[in-house]
């Protein structure tokens, strides 16, 4: 049964790069039938995808965070990574890694990690 | 990027109610619709895609059903564990949009 971790600092100051990883277990990011995706939540609101990678290292992202946003994979340590940079109050959310199971246009996520606030503040 | 909006935005329910929620999408999205429930502070977990399949594991009192651009996710009789938010998602187009929500709560 695969599941997925999320880990990383909880607190970022303004101006500064989110990074975050999520590690893989039960499973292998070498599937060549999975994404791998961040989908992240404000306090209180809804749901957000940031965008995904393939094993193979090809990327997706929301339009509204393309120009900050990084994604990678790390095959050999079973991990994929998020990086944000430039953040402000806005970025604050819970974040989340998860696996896509694809769709034609996109896909859905199954499952989750369990998830990890990160809090943009000085 | 396609908009889903959910209605409503919370509903009051008993145990043994049917309850139904509707998910709207801007623009057609033939039947890729996930529907996900969250529990307070914990992760979403998927219940159903491409519209009606029942992923596995998932009680048989949810159902899903709609196809274009309206869609409905059903619970058959309300039990104490379904008190919780449920999101649709298309998954037809990126970027991949999620409905802002409809919280169950105890009546």
């Known amino acids: 049964q695969v599941q997925l971790q999320e880990s990383g600092p909880g607190l970022v100051k303004p101006s500064e790069t989110l990074s975050l990883t999520c590690t893989v277990s039960?499973?292998?990011?070498?599937?060549?039938?999975?994404?791998w995706s961040w989908i992240r939540q404000p306090p209180g609101k809804g749901l957000e995808w940031i965008g995904h990678?393939?094993?193979?290292?090809?990327?997706n992202y929301n339009p509204s965070l393309k120009s900050r946003v990084t994604i990678s994979v790390d095959t050999s340590k079973n991990q994929f990574s998020l990086k944000l940079n430039s953040v402000t109050a806005a970025d604050t959310a819970v974040y989340y890694c998860?696996?896509?199971?694809?769709?034609?246009?996109?896909?859905?996520?199954?499952?989750w990690g369990q998830g990890t606030l990160v809090t943009v503040s000085s | 990027d396609i908009q889903m909006t959910q209605s409503p935005s919370s509903v009051s329910a008993s145990i043994g109610d049917r309850v139904t929620i509707t998910c709207r999408a801007s623009?057609?999205?033939?039947?890729?619709l996930a529907w996900y429930q969250q529990k307070p502070g914990k992760a979403p977990y998927l219940l159903i895609y491409?519209?009606?399949s029942l992923q596995s594991g998932v009680p048989s009192r949810f159902s899903g059903s709609g196809s274009g651009t309206d869609f409905t996710l059903t619970i058959s009789s309300l039990q104490p564990e379904d008190f919780a938010t449920y999101s649709c998602?298309?998954?037809?187009?990126?970027?991949?949009?999620f409905g802002g929500g409809t919280k169950v709560e105890i009546k």
């Open positions: 998860a696996r896509v199971v694809p769709a034609p246009g996109g896909g859905w996520f199954d499952p």
């Open positions: 039960g499973g292998s990011v070498r599937s060549g039938i999975y994404y």
């Open positions: 990678i393939s094993y193979s290292g090809t990327t």
């Open positions: 623009q057609g999205i033939s039947s890729w």
């Open positions: 491409a519209a009606s």
């Open positions: 998602q298309q998954a037809n187009s990126f970027p991949l949009t």
